[in-house]
């Protein structure tokens, strides 16, 4: 596994800095998918439908195959354990997504905090802090949440 981790990393991810076009966008979903399995980690607890809706949303977001979206949550799995905050994660989408790509990604972590049928206080503090540090306006915070809970 680790050496299949390895090989994605190499073909997709790179510091934006050093990256073109493609591999920017790469390393935003590797920032992106971070962020959705920190979501699903809030409670303690990652469940299959917690799962099952960070690789949804990664498929449906940047139109991956079933393959490429679990080995992307798996190198956000890691990802995520190796961090020590947000603001690696937050800073890049904050620079390379649009205000409505943002909150697209704010929709996505309630998704996931909805995909195990409740909706815990660190659940959405988390949510709450993300589009704090995404500059997300409170009126596209609420709509995001209003339609995931309407989807779940």
Known sequence: MIERLRR????????????????????????TAALLVEMSRMDDRVTD???????????????????????LVELAEAEAREATSYFGFTSLINKYFSPWQKAQVIELLWQVAYADGHLEKYEEHLVRRIADLLHVPHREFIGAKLRARGEA
Do not use: Y
């Open 8 to 31: 994605f990393f190499d073909r997709n991810v790179r510091h934006p800095a050093e990256a073109g076009g493609d591999e920017a966008e790469h390393a935003l979903r590797l920032a």
């Open 49 to 71: 439908a917690e799962r099952a809706a960070i690789e949804r949303a990664l498929r449906g977001k940047f139109h991956l195959s079933p393959e490429e979206a679990a080995d």
